[in-house]
């Protein structure tokens, strides 16, 4: 057993400094950005922002709405090829905008290659809890070896060392984060997780060492983490519980106390697990939490405020493009984000006694 005695941070423990800059608005701020990926050698360009392969965001609908924006979206992995296929025939254009999503299981590796018969996206994420297990280092060696010119995000991992392997074996894009999710309870159960933050200016500097490209997945709440995961040196941000909610997540509207609500869980709840595997087996325990969240409405309005947001910070920090954003950075350590004063819950008990 040893101790690490330098402190990891969150991004709740810092703010980003403002610097002079030249820029007169927010109009005058590029968020596209274009990769050329090390393995696959393939290019793209868009806002690198993607919805969580997740039962509620990772749905066809989100898809067409985020692509509309330039945005991508990582599909649920438990939607069949036939699924796929629909899809495909009535919304070709935002397919290049799709991650097909995948597990460890043989299922999930076939189901890969009929969905890539037809549909032309060149994105793969493979998705576990834990990407520091040998079987998963060689999942991603044999997809890099069926799918030479995919490009492949793979994780999650939260540490150098690790990030650099997944590079190694074959990923374009490492997704760093262990336990920072909105419905995550890793931490809780486990013990075991990463400050966001932390994880993502050390995977970063040892992915971009290598040619590779880092996802910064969970811990984002508001516009602002998103910024700061970009400053930190991420390349893509997902997001799960900022675009829960809404009219593209699954699931029907729910009322509940004169409020309307959707429900949005983690794929490690028990809920997930009952859903897809018919029950939580006795060797493992539920790492995931169920949650009602307010309706949002549509997801357009979500993505406006959080690309409004990214193109002030960039305005206070003098970075013309996305791109110039974490060299122009300096993170301050604070005490206190915010003055909570006015607070959601008690604006929420002004509105009972009306």
Not at 17 to 35: A, D, I, N, Q, Y
Not at 248 to 267: L, N, P, T, V
Not at 281 to 302: C, I, L, Q, W
């Amino acid at each position: 057993m040893r101790i690490e005695e330098d402190i990891k941070l969150d991004f709740k423990d810092v703010l980003i400094r403002p610097k002079r800059s030249t820029l007169k608005s927010r109009s005058e701020v590029e968020l596209v950005r274009e990769f050329t990926f090390k393995h696959s050698g393939l290019s793209w360009k868009g806002i690198p922002i993607i919805a969580a392969n997740m039962d509620h965001t990772g749905t066809f609908a989100m898809a067409k709405s985020l692509a509309k924006h330039g945005l991508l979206t990582a599909m649920d992995k438990f939607l069949s090829a036939e699924d796929w296929r629909k899809f495909h025939a009535e919304n070709s254009t935002a397919i290049p905008f799709c991650f097909a999503s995948a597990g460890t299981s043989k299922q999930d590796f076939e189901k890969l290659s009929t969905i890539f018969e037809f549909a032309q996206t060149q994105f793969i994420c493979l998705d576990v809890a834990n990407g520091y297990t040998q079987p998963f280092v060689d999942l991603v060696q044999r997809v890099r070896e069926k799918f030479p010119n995919k490009t492949i995000m793979a994780g999650n991992v939260v540490t150098a060392e690790m990030a650099e392997e997944l590079v190694i074996s074959g990923a374009d894009i490492v997704k760093v984060g262990i336990g920072p999710g909105s419905v995550c309870t890793t931490r809780i159960k486990t013990g075991v997780g990463y400050p966001q933050l932390s994880a993502i200016i050390e995977c970063a500097d040892a992915v971009h060492g290598l040619g590779g490209r880092l996802c910064a997945d969970g811990g984002c709440t508001v516009p602002g983490d998103v910024a700061k995961a970009f400053a930190a040196g991420a390349d893509f941000v997902m997001l799960g519980g900022m675009l829960a909610g809404h009219d593209e997540s699954s699931g029907e509207i729910i009322q509940k106390d004169g409020r309307a609500y959707k429900r949005f869980y983690g794929m490690s709840s028990a809920e997930a697990m009952i859903k897809h595997r018919g029950g939580v087996d006795d060797y493992r325990a539920s790492e995931g939490k169920s949650v009602d969240v307010p309706y949002r409405g549509s997801v357009d309005n979500t993505v406006m405020d959080i690309l409004g947001g990214i193109r002030s910070t960039c305005t206070y920090v003098g970075a013309q493009r996305l791109k110039e954003l974490s060299k122009r950075t300096t993170f301050v350590r604070v005490t206190q984000q915010l003055n909570e004063i006015f607070t959601p819950f008690q604006d929420k008990d002004a509105d009972k006694k009306r």
